[in-house]
């Protein structure tokens, strides 16, 4: 799996307080190396660890950030 660039993390942190859903989305898509058009269909094709709670699902924000904090501290899922 690729690493996120900075510019791509730059990019999270920009947009992710206008629109956490689709700075989110941009971000895996590009780290899983599809487009997911939706949310859905990314949270489908991450790895367990991070949807088996079904928060992520669900879009909450807590989920939500401890899933910017993992992508902006290590570039990657």
Do not use: F
Not at 38 to 53: E, R, V
């Amino acid at each position: 799996m690729k690493t996120l660039t900075k510019k791509e993390v730059e990019t999270l942190l920009n947009s992710y307080d206008a629109d956490p859903v689709d700075s989110l989305r941009i971000a895996v898509s590009s780290l899983l190396g599809v487009d997911c058009p939706t949310w859905d269909s990314m949270t489908a094709l991450m790895p367990t660890k991070y949807t088996t709670s079904g928060a992520l699902g669900r879009q909450e924000t807590t989920a939500m950030d401890e899933l910017v904090k993992q992508l902006v501290e290590h570039r990657s899922l």
